[in-house]
């Protein structure tokens, strides 16, 4: 539609008299008194409206049609900012542009005053946002089921180099999006003891009697597709006590003791991972998950028993997948709902469960994959304990039966790891409860095959899957990079974005000296934008002509920005000692949260910046190298830096990024990527071609083989003269003259204790950064690498990847 169209200005005038009908009836305000926020939400509801008809007409049809459902259970949603992606897939950004501006108004300012929906901590929550976007485009009757925190991903500052966490606001100035739902509601209980009756058929039943009861209430927020076509929902369960407070106790005076059973209840959706370090908080966070999975699957079972009356046929009509473990405890109880509640026997009841639940495995980090004390899960999930210890004995016979009776195999695939005070695996419930496992990329999945489900992947020799992940093309190019997506629209046509195989179609214009102009202009605009938002957010200046170097991702030890930084010194003390060499000028650009609980992460975080202030301010650098660390890393924050960025840094310690999403969005959006054979980055090189990516360092098998030979890295060190004169600066106190010691223990863990391979990979690493630096040089051939990179990677859309999930574990049309 263009601004000519004459069904573009009926548009524009009726979405004009929605957003003012919004403003005055629904915020109560006129034109002179609206605030910025005000102007947003009247205009997040008027986009609400045009897509509620939608809504119910897909629910509807979910019914009439008796389609088969997909539930997407994940504890953490990462969705972002909602209104330009609604809008965008409606098709109304450009016609709601021109309303907004005829009331004098700036969509693009409206969109900066949308919190983000920070539901999440990084790469796990946003697949599961990606994969809610492409569901609903490919027109599969899908429901996400999560919950919905009051406090998301904590808000990151940096004071003095450091990061602090302040609680998240999100839903502080209301929440256009949602609608509250407090007709939904299910109780789920906890802790209390089973009682068990022998049926007049001479079986026994149990019933579970909970000493304590939370409310779960829906809160629904759909999620539309590509075009407006099918709209799906996301349900987020709110926590609340039965009763609002013990009115005999207020009435004695005791105000605050009233309240305490209502605090206890909400605690469990006040915050996004509560701090495990005590038992608490563990409680805590078991209590979220039980919760969370019981309400969803109450929700599920009650809408196919009034579809179809027919528990049995559950597993026909219903598909359900695990985001990780945090839900697995579902599978525990979809067996009691089906045992003790319905009545269907055991053997049926397994079956059907095992045939509902399929399980994505995201780590192979042994520390990663969680497990539950017995004691605890005994406390509070007493029946939920029984079963668990029925499906395991079960199994255990079973495996008995076929003739396994390798002691150490049985103990390995056990539901109780009986090593480390008894506790329940979340990972075996879920692989056994589950049809189909899959890993998220290749490479990943093969390493699951070989290590944490070894043993059960030669019992369950098919169950294992792999499913590389993907991203939505809709958010990270059409609506993150405005300028490449408009180039790309006018050179292959728009229908790229309904089928992005047809960027392929670019690769005829690699070469091409009038493309490659306007295809760096379009990069060289969101530099200059980015190169802005970095003084106003840092007060560094950037020269936007630099390349800039992108590692934004969380703070992880594995990930490597230590790596990274470690280059950072390397070369900041080339520049100075060799001002005769000419050096390409780099602004190294990093963001990212670290865990509050982990020192080690802040403590890099730290580092970066201190190193970051001693290069910026030296003119011996001459400007040829700057740092700069950006603050509160989220989703809004990656659509600004990813479609800048020319180089993107993927360089963990290869075996230990499951896949990575992060890798495609800068793929997508024409940056080349620097690093390891590590998760996706190996099928990124596969389609990018070898020469336009560049790939460094040690292979998942010999990163297993060198951590078997040691991880002191005295010998390596001494083998590397730029790293031990990197390392020595650290140590000596050179960017950190306020507390010399800062970083000496850092440093040794390096030098002893380096699990990570940043020392064994850093020669390698160098080497690459160097081939980086040749090939910027030659402008040409930079261009052509990077058209060919989002030329290449229409394979990474999540709309490729939920096509495949729906074919092979969900069996769902798509
Ligand atoms: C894509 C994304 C991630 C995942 O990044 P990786 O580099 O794959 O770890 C994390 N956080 C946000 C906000 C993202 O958009």
């Known amino acids: 539609m263009t601004a000519h169209d004459p069904s573009h200005a009926t548009t524009v ?50 019914y009439v049609e008796d389609r088969r459902r997909v539930y997407y259970l994940s504890l953490e949603f990462l969705v972002g900012r909602i209104l330009i992606d609604t809008l965008t897939n409606l098709g109304l950004t450009a016609a709601m542009r021109d309303a907004l501006a005829e009331l004098g108004v700036d969509l693009e300012k409206l969109r900066e005053v949308e919190p983000d929906a920070a ?53 502080s100035f209301g929440n256009a999006w949602q609608f509250p739902r407090p007709e939904i509601t299910y109780d789920v209980g906890f802790g209390g003891h089973v009682e068990s009756a022998r049926l007049a058929d001479g079986m026994l039943a149990h019933v579970w009697v909970p000493a304590e009861t939370i409310v779960a209430v829906a809160y629904d927020t759909p999620v539309v597709g590509w075009r407006g076509r099918h709209v799906n929902t996301l349900r987020l369960w709110s926590a609340r006590a039965p009763d609002p407070l013990r009115l005999d106790a207020f009435n004695q005076g005791d105000h605050v003791g009233a309240l305490t059973e209502q605090v206890r209840a909400e605690a469990i959706s006040k915050v996004l991972y509560p701090s495990d370090a005590t038992p608490a908080g563990q409680e805590l966070r078991l209590r979220q998950e039980y919760f969370f999975a019981a309400a969803s699957l109450q929700d599920l ?20 997948q695990l985001n990780d473990t945090h839900p697995a405890i579902g599978v525990a109880e979809l067996m009691r709902l089906l045992v003790d509640v319905h009545g269907v026997d055991w053997t049926e009841a397994w079956r059907i469960t095992q045939a509902t639940f399929s399980y994505t495995n995201h780590t192979l980090l042994p520390e990663a994959l969680e497990t539950w004390p017995v004691w605890l899960m005994e406390k509070l999930l007493p029946r939920h304990m ?62 699951v095959k070989e290590t944490v489900f070894r043993d059960f992947h030669r019992l369950y020799p ?63 605009a969101n530099k200059d934008r980015l190169a802005a938002t970095i003084f106003d957010s840092v007060a560094v200046r950037v020269d936007p002509a630099a390349l800039f170097d992108v590692q934004i991702k969380r703070i992880h030890e594995y ?71 950006l603050p509160n890393y989220n989703v809004s924050l990656a659509e600004k830096i990813i479609p800048a960025a020319d180089l993107s840094e993927q360089i963990s310690t290869a075996g230990m990024e499951a896949s990575g999403t992060g890798n495609m969005k800068f793929a997508l959006n024409g940056a080349l990527t620097i690093g390891t054979l590590d998760g996706a980055n190996v099928e990124i090189r596969e389609r990018v071609g070898d020469d336009n990516i560049f790939i460094f360092g040690l292979t998942a098998q010999q990163v297993e083989e060198s951590r078997a030979r040691g991880i002191d890295a005295r010998e390596t060190i001494a083998t590397s003269p730029r790293l031990a004169a990197a390392l020595d600066a650290i140590a000596r106190g050179m960017f950190s003259p306020d507390d010399k010691h800062r970083y000496a223990q850092l440093v040794d863990t390096l030098t002893y204790y380096d699990h990570f391979l940043v020392t064994k990979d850093f020669d390698s690493y160098c080497a690459a950064q160097r081939r980086v630096d040749a090939r910027w040089r030659d402008t040409k051939a930079w261009t052509r690498a990077a058209i060919l990179n989002t030329a290449r990677v229409a394979w990474f859309s999540s709309d490729r990847t939920i096509r495949e999930y729906a074919e092979e574990i969900w069996k769902v049309e798509a």
């Open 559 to 629: 990930k490597r920005q230590l790596l990274n930084v470690l280059e950072a010194v390397a070369l900041y003390l080339d520049i100075v000692a060799q001002p005769a060499r000419d050096f390409p000028p780099r602004v190294k650009i990093f963001a990212g949260k670290a865990a509050a609980s982990y020192h080690q992460a802040k403590l890099i975080i730290k580092l970066a910046n201190d190193v970051a202030q001693v290069v910026n301010a030296d003119p011996a650098a001459r400007g040829l190298l700057k740092i700069v660390f």
């Open 119 to 171: 539901l999440g901590n990084g790469g796990l929550g946003r697949l599961a946002a990606c994969f809610m976007d492409s569901m609903a485009t490919l027109d599969i009757a899908a429901m996400g089921y999560g919950i919905r925190y009051d406090h998301g991903l904590f808000r990151q500052t940096i004071k003095d180099g450091w990061q602090h966490e302040y609680p998240e606001d999100w839903l």
């Open 386 to 447: 029984q079963i668990i210890y029925l499906i395991n004995a079960m199994h255990l016979d079973g495996l008995r039966a076929q003739g396994v009776s390798d002691a150490n195999v049985l103990a390995a695939v056990s539901l109780i790891d009986e090593h480390h005070g008894r506790a329940v695996r979340m990972g075996h419930l879920a692989f056994l409860g589950s049809h189909k496992v899959n890993g998220v990329s290749a490479l990943h999945s093969e390493l």
């Open 462 to 524: 098919d169950r294992i899957v792999n499913k590389t992940n993907g991203v939505t093309f809709r958010r990270w190019l059409l609506e993150a990079n405005p300028a490449l997506s408009g180039l790309l629209a006018e050179t292959i046509g728009p229908a790229v974005f309904d089928d992005p195989t047809k960027l392929v179609e670019l690769e005829r214009f690699a070469d091409d000296e009038a493309f490659q102009h306007r295809f760096m202009a379009a990069k060289r």
């Open 301 to 320: 079972v009650r809408r196919h028993m009034k579809q179809s009356g027919d528990i049995r046929k559950l597993a026909d009509k219903v598909a359900i």
């Open 13 to 62: 005038a009726a979405l004009k008299s929605e957003v003012q009908r919004r403003l005055t009836y629904t915020i109560g305000k006129d034109n002179a008194s609206a605030s910025p926020r005000d102007w947003f939400v009247a205009t997040a509801l008027a986009a609400r409206d045009r897509l509620v008809e939608s809504w119910l007409a897909s629910t509807k049809r979910n």
